[in-house]
Nanobody, 120 residues
Framework: VQLQASGGGLVQAGGSLRLSCAAS??????MGWFRQAPGKEREFVAH????????YYADSVQGRFTISRDNAKNTVDLQMNSLKPEDTAVYYC????????????????WGQGTLVTVSS
């Protein structure tokens, strides 16, 4: 499985960005987005399963971020609205197998990360 993340960039506070993750290969049951800010640990952002309507969000992004999937294209997007300076981080997409969706240990493959910078 290979994952390719794209869409990061520089945006002003209150603006929007859309991240995309293209996956090659199959066998995993969902995708997640995590982020890591400078000097901080990697944290869960959002999760979606390949089947059904199940998605989950971190409290810090609930209502501002939306995760979506395109099963035909094997892609998962993260629409980020009302961005805040504290959203600044490297964002990673990852392939999920099973277990607690917010635990990065349950994600077996990771993309290379894409930098999101939100200026105040």
């Amino acid at each position: 499985v290979q994952l390719q993340a794209s869409g990061g960039g520089l945006v002003q506070a209150g603006g929007s960005l859309r991240l995309s993750c293209a996956a090659s290969g199959r066998g995993f049951s969902g995708m997640g987005w995590f982020r890591q800010a400078p000097g901080k640990e990697r944290e869960f952002v959002a999760h979606i399963r390949w089947s059904g309507a199940t998605s989950y969000y971190a409290d810090s992004v609930q209502g501002r971020f939306t995760i979506s999937r395109d099963n035909a294209k094997n892609t998962v997007d993260l629409q980020m609205n009302s961005l805040k300076p504290e959203d600044t981080a490297v964002y990673y997409c990852a392939a999920y197998w099973s277990g607690r969706y917010y635990n990065s240990e349950n994600y077996k493959y990771w993309g290379q990360g894409t930098l999101v910078t939100v200026s105040s």
